[in-house]
């Protein structure tokens, strides 16, 4: 939110330099991330421009200086028409000190064009030769100085300025014309000089979303006093109550809604000093009634909607018209200010009258009874509204506007009124209108005020810090508690304007917040926790779900974290293009943030090939890996099943380029099953085998299912090519595998077996056995141990040989085999005898044949 400096000196006086102001704002938690100089000196050190530096860590700095010798207010007597020229005058201008003829195009200026000396003269922002302004002819915020030169024949050295040329706003297009009240001569800085607080509301600061907060926790921070602003209005028409009512059916939603009125208005401009402000805060001025809602809005936090009361009473048939608060009726739509039609939520809060939906509460009016330039008569309303639903309703219809950013973030019902009560004396002192005696004021449900307890002890556990409790109760007297001591009690009531803080262990969690912000961040000590901390209960699912991570880890693989919120068309990728859908229904939000997070995922693998996509072409090899959840629903609509899922996906060289040289084969279905039978064995689980399998995401016959036992733990496999298709990939293959983490982990022995370093040496030999084309070696390998034991200790496979002497439907598979006893060195007999057994057991069962 932008402050400027001289609309916060309205309600807090301080003596400190702008830099201070910044600082403190952001120790206590309104981060002020920029500060624009507009006039003002810059801080010792930094440049005049947009990029001027920094105050301290964060803030930055931007702005320039007006030379109060040669920018200055300036009198316009006379617009004269240009010799040369039919879209330039000349100006007859006196800056107190003599007349200078002014070339400009403003087309402002034109309407006074020849008409002789005015009546009234115009006040502007002077620049004469020599002064340093911003390039209004050039894109950006170049600073140029003032210099003679002939235009069309006329000579030039000064000018009226634009808001672009003194870095006000970006309009350039016209020229500023002061309000009449500006002294001729005066230095414009001193005049109008001005410095702008870019502040980030955070959540837990959105009570300062306005001037008058921000200037409370100014005073409080310093200690100075603050002036609220006068709530007075000068009544002096008929008794609203006979002119407008309120109905609200959903106090829930809207617990306060006030109305006021004021008669015989005339659109018009707002004033020059309201229109800088406005732009300065960074909102575009329209005219004096929307300005003055806008203005109101941001000094006090209470958004405010303005009808046209002709239209609403036309609305009516000519009856007192009933502003009604609902929600909407089935189909219900309403056209916004936007010019958008919109349907309406069942959940959307409505400002309707007898006949309809007139704007959707909190968010944005409707267009038919918008105020124009022939509005006469104006129905003001000021309300209260629950900010869930607001926040709700800003999402599905996807609205930002300035209410809905308060309302959305929590609007204090006593502002309402406060607000109703400073626009209607504002709109009257600018129009001239007549005030409605009184108001209409629907408050159902007032809010509870939080009452908190708290001690020094409290201070003391919580922050840390010794503080007596009357330091405390001074805190948060500044802050507008109300506050009573106790002894070493301090109980404190939350001011009107909060909404914040809660009761019980949150009230006083909040008020260890106020105090710590106020009694300086930087002044905390460093200390160590003197409460004993909770006991540790593992959970060990945890614990092994960490495990495997940093095995992956180990393994070259890196890991990603993606969204669990998906669509059905990125889901549907992983697919082939005429493979069934899903059996089970997908979880929808309610509430989506965006058209592309609208499910809950299916699948954890669609997910990690889009990581994949992203990164394929700026990065030739990928191993990357996810643990995640998926959701399944059913069919009842109960709660989804929520499964943990592990992805990976690898594609591109075995190795990365080195100087040193390096395996650029490309990585395969092998390496995958590798890195898995790894992890698997590194969680000592027994039992693991692998089998053929179909599955649509991948290729026909280069897919296996993993076993553990007789539980199905996970598919892998080449990508199948119509997947492929779908995504953005290289041409290199892409192996990928999707595992219920679940059955693995569920698998993993909470105790194992670890043997002694063998004190004998072992017995290594290679045997090669001829095989049938289609058995597996995997078979073949857990028959040689289980002929062997206990003396086989490792057997691995090494060579696989089709060919010559091989007949035709067989192949040869050669085996390293390690025997060994723990207790002493084997002997040939020994050996011998188990290698026996080994071949005799293959024969027999696997018709294998040993290869001579």
């Given amino acids: 939110m932008k402050i400027p400096l001289s609309w916060l000196r309205d309600f807090v006086e301080v003596d400190i330099s702008i830099e201070e102001i910044a600082q403190r704002l952001t120790m206590a938690g309104l981060e002020v991330e920029e500060v624009q100089y507009i006039g003002l000196p810059l801080p010792s050190g930094k440049i005049e421009g947009r990029s001027g530096g920094h105050i301290g860590p964060e803030a930055k700095v931007s702005g320039l200086e007006w030379d109060a010798e040669r920018i200055v207010v300036g009198s316009v007597l006379e617009v004269m028409p240009h010799p040369n020229a039919d879209r330039l005058v000349l100006c007859r201008l006196d800056d107190g000190k003599q007349e200078h003829i002014v070339l400009t195009g403003a087309p402002n200026l034109f309407p006074h064009k020849g008409k002789g000396p005015l009546p009234k003269p115009l006040k502007v922002a002077f620049a004469n030769e020599g002064a340093r302004i911003y390039d209004g002819h050039k894109p950006g915020w170049e600073v140029m100085t003032l210099k003679k030169a002939k235009i069309r024949g006329v000579e030039s050295y000064s000018m009226a300025c634009s808001e672009q040329e003194l870095g006000i706003s970006e309009d350039h297009e016209v020229i500023i014309i002061l309000d009449d009240d500006a002294p001729v001569g005066m230095p414009l800085v001193e005049y109008m000089g001005d410095a702008v607080f870019d502040i980030a509301i955070k959540p837990n600061t959105a009570r300062a979303a306005s001037i008058l907060g921000v200037a409370r926790e100014l005073a409080a921070l310093t200690g100075a006093k603050l002036k609220e602003p006068s709530y007075d209005v000068k009544w002096e028409g ?28 005339t659109i018009a401009p707002s004033p020059y000093w309201m229109q800088r402000r406005l732009r300065l805060a960074g909102m575009r001025p329209i005219n004096c009634i929307v300005d003055a809602t806008n203005y109101v809005m941001l000094e006090t936090g209470e958004p405010l909607h303005a009808f046209d009361y002709d239209v609403l009473v036309a609305r009516a048939k000519g009856k007192v018209p009933t502003i009604i608060t609902r929600l909407p009726k089935r189909g219900e739509k309403l056209t916004t200010l936007d010019g958008i039609e919109r349907a309406l939520d069942d959940f959307t809060i409505l400002v309707c009258d007898t006949a309809g939906a007139l704007s959707i509460g909190g968010v944005i009016g409707g267009a038919e009874t918008e105020v124009n330039e022939k509005t006469a008569r104006v129905l003001l309303e000021g309300a209260a509204w629950n900010f869930t639903n607001i926040r709700r309703t800003l999402s599905a219809q996807k609205i930002d506007s300035e209410a809905g950013y308060r309302f959305s973030r929590g609007v204090h019902p006593a502002m309402a009124e406060r607000g109703v009560r400073r626009c209607l004396e504002l709109m009257r002192s600018l129009t001239g209108g007549t005030v409605a005696r009184g108001l209409v004021d629907a408050y159902p449900l007032p809010p509870k005020a939080a009452l908190v307890e708290i001690t020094p002890a409290d201070v003391r556990r919580w922050l840390g810090i010794d503080m007596k409790a009357k330091e405390m109760a001074q805190i948060l007297r500044r802050l507008e508690f109300e506050v009573e001591v106790k002894g070493k009690n301090v109980q404190a009531r939350a001011p009107d304007h909060r909404l914040d803080i809660g009761e019980g262990v949150v009230g006083k969690a909040d008020l260890m917040e106020e105090i710590a912000r106020h009694y300086g961040y930087d002044r905390i000590p460093e200390t160590l926790i003197a409460e004993e901390l909770p006991p540790l209960y593992r959970d060990r699912s945890l614990d092994l779900e960490e495990l495997v991570r940093d095995r992956l880890v180990e393994l070259g693989l890196q890991e990603v974290v993606t969204y669990r919120m998906t669509s059905l068309e990125r889901e549907s990728r992983r697919l082939p293009p005429e493979s069934p859908a899903d059996d089970k229904p997908y979880i929808r939000l309610s509430n989506p943030i965006s058209s592309e997070r609208v499910v809950m995922r299916h699948s954890l693998l669609a997910s990690v090939l889009e990581i994949v996509e992203r990164n394929a072409n700026v990065r030739p090899r990928l191993a990357l890996f996810e643990i995640g959840p998926v959701y399944l629903g059913s069919e ?47 969680l000592r689980i027994e039992g693991v085998h692998y089998e053929p399998h179909e599955h649509p995401s991948f290729h026909p016959g280069k897919c296996a299912r993993v076993l553990i036992g007789d539980r199905h733990a996970g598919v892998l496999g080449d990508l199948h090519p119509l997947v492929r298709e779908r995504y953005d990939l290289p041409e290199t293959p892409l192996v990928a595998a999707e595992m219920d983490l679940h059955a693995i982990l569920a698998e993993v022995p909470e105790r194992y077996h670890l043997a002694h370093v063998p004190s004998y040496p072992p017995v290594l030999e290679d045997l090669a056995f001829v095989v049938t084309e289609d058995l597996p070696a995997e078979q073949v390998q857990d028959l040689i141990y289980q002929a062997g034991k206990p003396l086989v200790v490792d057997v691995r496979l090494f060579d696989l040989y089709r060919g010559e002497p091989i007949q035709q439907g067989k192949k040869s598979l050669a085996y390293s085999i390690v025997y060994q006893a723990q207790d002493r060195t084997l002997t040939d007999e020994e050996v011998a005898k188990v290698r026996a057994k080994i071949i005799q057991q293959l024969e027999a069962k696997l018709g294998a044949r040993l290869r001579s």
């Fill in 636 to 682: 009842e609509g109960d709660l989804p099943e929520e499964l943990l899922r592990l992805a990976i996906a690898i594609t591109g060289p075995r190795a990365q380029a080195s100087w040193q040289g390096a395996d650029e084969t490309p990585m395969d279905f092998y390496d995958l099953k590798g890195i898995l039978a790894a992890l698997l064995q590194d």
């Fill in 238 to 265: 008929d008794a609203i109550e006979e002119m407008a009512a309120i109905e609200i059916r959903e106090p829930e939603l809207n617990p306060r809604f006030v109305l006021g009125l004021i008669e015989g208005i």
